[in-house]
């Protein structure tokens, strides 16, 4: 009988061996995922190399293996190619902006501003290497400290400090621009500015939440609006001034590069709650007033325009803007005869600014005719040529109802049904699938804040959706301490009207092309489905290539989608400088969808650079 409790013990001290080691695995795996992510300053904060130590440490893989079922992922005899290995572009790329390059440009006509608008390389002219960060580049300051400071290396221009040395817009102090908050209409100050728009405009009390700014600088008025709670989507062309939209990205404020130019602007119609051209210089009377009508097109029913600058207050500055008075009185009244055409009553001028107030619809405006634009799809905007047409008012039973449907103030309207989806416009979303979706984004992002426990900090301001559906991801992170550009992209379901009527912003994009804006403006990138919904369309290396040109050093990168989707991503990013694992979805391993983690290392341009990396 005493062999028998002596092979017992044996198997109890195999038994706790396993559990033991077990239990130090997982411990292991845990504490991975606290460390992903750690606060810092200077040159990087270093995340990447701190999760690498503990993996070394710990010897424990944070990644799924799903090598035995999905073709993928090899293994360490694999006799299959290893990932191809992207090299950094030459030193000189570190600004490149692949759709706005200015030696592209000046091949094209200067008419209507062409040649600043998108024109982007062929496939075999595409930069296919990593860009990097300039020499010196350190991780930004948190907001709020970033609206005033920003690092030299970061963005190394100065010419605005000369330009506009005398407008309050930058300074150069040391290492590092400081921003007064001053422009050249609001030499006062932005907040003076936007307190005396105030007077007139419902601002503080959540009526007005998006807000586009054309022609926008360093986006000091953005910067500013923000602190009022309003969303702005601001934009600028890449030109004479150095990286006007780069110091706006830089300081944590939404913009793109862009123009009103010839193409329709990337927003649907009745996005913005206002707009505002602050000495931007368009000549919103000419083309037969399309660029102001093309505003009009975006501008919400009862929504505001704000013009300071030319021709506004023509009297006390023609000397200064050298034009003669019969001139700037000429242009005042053309754009007052086109505000009137298009139902837009005056509100208020004293001093250098102007107001507009559209009206809420047809029934309300006295017009006698109009050039109305024929029906069509409104949202077929990518590469559509702008339009001298009046967009019609949607149809409405009473002159006292809002076209296309009343919003609440926000906060209320994130999650309200938006008009939208209680008229059903888009097709297959109803209010209770919107409602479903919403629900579903507030676990997925609950599910993320457990593994990235400082999301939903300064830490990650600048993010961006890549595929946003119903924009179930931003309402689920709204806080003050971060912005989400909403991105649907032009071959999904057109939804980026309900992203505005929710309070949110984006914009309509192609993700086989470069998007409009420069390196490294990013802090964190999500995107779900998106491969799969490209998976036939461009290739995936050529996306992966623009994230990591968009996304700052030690950026992360969140991928949702199917697990062979992902291990083809998982591939090629391993030969791109991010540091990667893959994790099972929140609901457990049997859900066919996994999601990817990324972070792209922290390295920099080599001091000196002889060669230029284009494959």
Known sequence: ??????????????????????????????????????????????????????????????????????????????????AKVFEPCDAKFTDYTPCQEQDRAMKFPRENMIYRERHCPPEE???????????????????PKSRDYVYYANVPFKSLTVEKANQNWVEYQGNVFKFPGGGTMFPQGADAYIDELARVIPIADGTVRTALDTGCGVASWGAYMLKRNVLPMSFAPRDNHEAQVQFALERGVPAIIGVLGSIKLPYPPRSFDMAQCSRCLIQWASNDGMYLKEVDRVLRPGGYWVLSGPPINWKTYYKTWKRTKEDLEAEQTRIEDLAKSLCWEKKYEKGDIAIWRKKINVKSCKRKSANYCEASDADDLWYKKMETCVTPFPEVESPSEVAGGELKKFPARLYDVPPRVRNSEIPGVTSESYEEDSKLWKKHV??????????????????????????????????????VMNVVPIIAEKTLGLIYERGLIGMYHDWCEGFSTYPRTYDLIHASGLFKLYENKCEFEDILLEMDRILRPEGMV?????????????KIAGGMRWDTKMVDHEDGPLVPQKILIAVK????AAAESNSTSTE
């Open 125 to 143: 002219e595409k930069l296919r290497c990593l860009i990097p960060a300039p020499n010196g580049y350190t991780t930004p300051f948190p907001w």
């Open 601 to 604: 290392q922290y390295w920099v």
């Open 446 to 483: 609950a599910a993320y804040k457990r593994s990235i426990r400082l999301l939903g900090t300064t830490r990650y301001r600048n993010i961006m959706d890549m595929n946003t559906g119903l924009g179930g991801f931003a309402a689920a992170l709204e806080s003050s301490k971060l912005w």
């Open 1 to 82: 009988m005493a062999p028998t409790p002596k092979a017992h013990s044996s198997g109890n001290k195999g038994r706790s061996r396993i559990s033991i080691f077990v239990i130090i695995a997982l411990c292991c795996f845990f504490y991975l995922l606290g460390v992903w992510q750690k606060s810092g300053f200077g040159k990087g904060d270093g995340y990447a190399i701190e999760m690498n130590k503990q993996q070394v440490n710990c010897n424990v893989s944070p990644s799924l293996d799903f090598e035995s079922h999905h073709k993928y992922v090899a293994s360490i005899e694999s006799s299959e190619p290893k």
């Open 558 to 570: 969140i991928v949702r989608d199917e697990v062979d989707v992902i291990n083809k991503v998982m």
